[in-house]
């Protein structure tokens, strides 16, 4: 994999200059992308016009991103993983790509989006094992950073669309706290729970490539990180995970015990399983307002799955809605008292390690709903060398915190 | 003007037809429009196709609905109020575009919007007085709605850019809770803040509107409102208002009163300057992230005023971003505290009556910060005849009650 971190400082000294960079991406598209089939749209043309040595200055760097198909870019086909979007191009870049730009990165291509970001599998493959899933909906980005092709890529997650295709994948991931980055020009799913994340091949780099496009004060290079404090979750869903993960998990806590931190064993109060369940409610109400052009005017050009869901979803009543929002206001309320004695929790990132389907989110969606900040931390993997992804979740706009402690357990996992 | 519940009615009893509508909404878009300058386009024989008799049966009754131009449509140019989007047009209707159309209602036309319903005017004039502003941002669906030319339009409001043109123009406007109507589809100013509105005629109009097309439980016809416990609220920008608004609400307060209403006064806790002060913050952050692409490709087509908002808005830390966010977080817990003893805030709309610029929006930014409902109350009006409004305030998602005590209000100052 293309390290970001290692390749800016490289490019920052002036050893390595942004074009460079584009031709070992090049070079890596080259050999897997024909099998892997993370890219939508591929411009290296206009990413070596781009590559100018003045980037080297700029917080990416000049480092080349991939950017998920379902933020509008105004010079590169979008098409939000629909047919009924085939050679679409939007007037106007969406805000998270004009950042990237702003930051002094360089728009690689487009990566592979399930349909509209939703459970619909793609025929993205995943680049440790082609004859298993890199999950989903941000799978192209999750396999571009794992096959080595990009240092940095762009995803979305609505209930585990960044934590779960991460874990598959083997890489880092990074979902931050809701809105901190800006979702304006990414087609809607579900406006209270799509959120902007990004992938990279291990924790440093992700919070790098976070600071440098977020201009926040989220890098954890550069220093020893410290032990947190850490919650080992054992919730309701623990036997819904392979007895690989639950291994994975348990391996974890015992080397990051080994390596320094406090672990504690905790349990989630009821108000946020009923929290849990208020997820589907949300988003599936709020799909059917945000698709309604497409599920009325081209419903034929729908996935029998998206059309199933949207169909049910048509049923939802304002009120059951509302209940739901109002199960996630209270829990979010909650969180943060629940989280006194712990900056951060451990938990796994998917039931196990990647298999046919895209993967559930059941691991994931209550973060989401919480807004909280999560990351996915890779190094383990299962008996058949799939990767295992861990969880580590931490308090909402704590996001630095939540990285460092991603890094240590990372640090602790490869000792 | 055209009340959108009278049409309705006699169009579900069969004595009016869908088509009917349309004839007495281009009928008078034939003796105003010229010189209102309500509509950026308009497609009087598309609505007239769309006119069938059987939307008779749908929630709408077939009533014809004013888009404001920052709505995406598919059939109809989309400009923003931007040159840079001239002859645009989108490839799918925004999500209330969609549920205006689910709802059995048919769009007749876009209305002007300032430029990205940001300050900078629009050349609409004011039905009521043509040497006047309509007020901004959402110019042309209040003009239309004022003017006869439509029953029903849609706005949006970002700081007061439903209250604010609704109260210059006469006209009954409600801004929902936030986000319990979608924003997808709508150019994005602050996605914290951007909440859709509606304009009617008449309170129960506007209420009979927002039920219609949102789904939900908010008519208030058919019964007599009861009377609301009325907190007249004396903020330090009392003094902002004109001496006429000062006699509009004290007038307002005494007709409530004699109507049968519990009114007391009231002062804000600091807590709630301190927001008020958080949202210009808010919104030019987000504004700076929103509009990226306009700002940096096309900065020459932007208005020098929003130019400058935007280059002062680049300057806005995130460090001070998040402060603000924690601040607004703060009021809005404590404003369901403070509003114990109270149903609504009684409070003016606007400054004064319409002047030269689209108006300050100093006495709405509160509640579009704190996500509260809000409803502007026509019905008074200054020496000259302009009108002045007076807006009611209500606790969030508590959107019937606000607009109950609308009606409660609009029916009081009628006596």
């Known amino acids: 994999m293309l390290s970001a971190l290692d390749l800016a400082r490289r490019v920052a000294a002036g050893t390595l200059l942004p074009r460079d960079v584009i031709d070992l991406c090049a070079k890596a598209i080259a050999i897997r992308e024909a099998e892997v089939g ?27 991103v991939g950017i998920k198909d379902i933020y509008d870019t105004a010079d590169l086909p979008t098409a939000y993983g629909s047919p009924i979007y085939a050679g679409h191009r939007p007037k106007t870049d969406a805000a998270m790509v004009m950042l990237v730009r702003r930051a002094g990165g360089i728009v690689l291509g487009k990566t592979v989006s399930t349909e509209f970001a939703g459970l619909q599998p793609a025929a993205t493959r ?58 304006v020009g990414m087609k809607c799913f579900s406006w209270s729970l799509d959120t ?34 850490m919650g080992l979750l054992h919730t309701a869903l623990w036997p819904e995970a392979s007895a690989d993960m639950q291994e994975a998990i348990e391996r974890a806590a015992r080397k990051a015990s080994a390596a320094g931190t406090q672990i504690r064993e905790i349990t989630l109060p009821a108000v946020f399983d009923e929290a849990a369940q208020a997820h589907a409610t949300i988003q599936d109400f709020e799909a059917s307002k945000a698709l309604a052009f497409e599920f009325d005017r081209h419903r034929d050009r729908l996935s029998p799955a998206l059309r199933e869901q949207l169909d049910k979803a048509a049923a939802i009543s304002p009120l059951a809605y509302d209940e739901a929002r109002r199960f996630a206001r209270r829990a979010r309320q909650a969180f943060g ?16 390690a990647a298999l046919g389907s895209t993967g559930k989110p059941i691991f994931n969606r209550l973060w989401t709903l919480l807004g909280t900040p999560c990351v996915n931390v890779p190094g383990l993997a299962d008996p058949a060398g799939l990767p295992l992804g861990v969880q580590v979740v931490g308090r909402f706009a704590r996001d630095r915190n939540a990285l460092e402690a991603a890094l240590f357990l990372e640090r602790a996992l490869a000792r």
Chains 1, 2 share one sequence.
């Open 38 to 64: 993370a890219f939508t749209a591929l411009d290296l043309e206009a990413a070596r016009r781009d590559a100018q040595p003045e980037l080297a200055r700029l917080p990416l760097c000049g480092l080349a």
């Open 337 to 352: 008292t629940f989280m006194a004695d712990a900056d951060v929790i451990l938990t796994p990132s998917a039931p196990g």
């Open 126 to 183: 995943n680049p440790r094992n082609l004859a298993h899933t890199p999950g989903g909906s941000s799978s192209g980005s999750a396999a571009a950073v794992a096959a080595g092709m990009v240092p940095v890529a762009l995803g979305s997650q609505t209930a585990g669309s960044v934590i779960r295709p991460a874990a598959f994948c083997g890489v880092a991931g990074f979902k931050p706290s809701f809105r901190m980055l800006p979702t």
């Open 196 to 229: 902007v994340g990004l992938f990279a091949a291990g924790i440093a780099d992700v919070a790098f490539a976070a600071a440098a496009i977020g201009g926040r004060d989220l890098r954890v290079d550069g220093r020893e990180p410290s032990a947190p404090a």
